[in-house]
């Protein structure tokens, strides 16, 4: 299995914690957090654009916690 090749958001300056992402087989996409980098994460490009998508458009910013 080759390395896997993260690249960090280009807004991530000198925090430590930042999230990563590198391209995984077919159409996924993997996504971790600097912190944690052994927790891994996979979606679609499709699932993710729409999640990245919705966020911008602000729905998300008022979700109710436990």
């Known amino acids: 299995m080759d390395p896997v090749s ?6 991530c300056q000198e ?4 999230v990563n992402v590198a391209a995984g087989e ?4 993997m996504l971790r957090e600097s912190e944690h980098p052994e927790v891994v994460l996979s979606t679609t490009r499709a699932r993710l654009r729409t999640f990245i998508c919705a966020a ?8 109710a916690g436990p």
């Open 6 to 11: 993260w690249r960090q958001s280009s807004y």
């Open 15 to 18: 925090s430590a914690s930042c």
């Open 26 to 29: 077919r159409d996924s996409i």
């Open 56 to 63: 911008k458009a602000g729905r998300f910013d008022h979700v």
